[in-house]
């Protein structure tokens, strides 16, 4: 089986033609190809399929084999890699998500090639069913939990995906891995949270360190750093107009009337190769 090895922000992915190939099992197929030691290695899988609703449908799973409903910095792979392989012939489309309809836009070189891929990632939804949080609030804006006697002070939202946004003084003073990976799996997060942990260098800039539900520690997470620009304006941190600088990465995050999304930035293909076997 073909396999194209992709990156956006040091967010890595595994792409495959769903046209091409039938394939039965994504979990396991997500298990297989992403391991780093025996496989290709990668934070998750992507494939592409037909839709009945949009030019193209991006399928994508977490390397713990879990079905992700959106991801930012794959679909920016994921649209770089279906318009360089012919499956989609024009450069403004849409994508169909978990997450609903996404519109794209590319921005092409000389010879064609994608250099940046923009994504209306849509609007936010803040409410605490929706997202989901097991707190007695609407809005889940700078509330306080406990972790291991720590108090954390944290925003919650659903991008795509559910979001916790955390915002501190020295990002290179957090231990990133302790704390995501007990945030994640709090009880007040029934379906998990990805967790992010923001720097604000000023109000056009941020830095960004992601704990990904279902992926672990990270180099970049779009859908995280849409949500932190949107916690950070609602906050009176950040303006409409960030640039994110991810562990892996950078990309622009700009906000527009209620809350609408759009998010920008590149996207490069590794390699591709062949799977002889899975397994």
Known sequence: MEFTKMEAAGNDFVVFDGFKYKIKDYSQLALKACDRHFSVGADGILVCEASDVADIKMVYYNSDGSRGEMCGNGIRCFSKYVYEKGLVDKKIFTVETLAGIKTIWLETDSENRVKTVRVNMGKPLFEAKDIPVELDRERVIEETMDINGQKIVFSSLLVGVPHTVIFVDDINSVDVNELGRKIEVHPMFPRKTNVNFIEVVDRENINIYTWERGAGRTLGCGTGSCASV?????TGKLNNNVHVRTEGGELEVQLEE???IY?????NRICDGVFYQLG
Do not use: H, L, S, Y
């Open 263 to 267: 998010m920008k930035g590149g996207a």
């Open 230 to 234: 949107v916690v950070g304006n609602i």
């Open 258 to 260: 209620d809350f609408e």
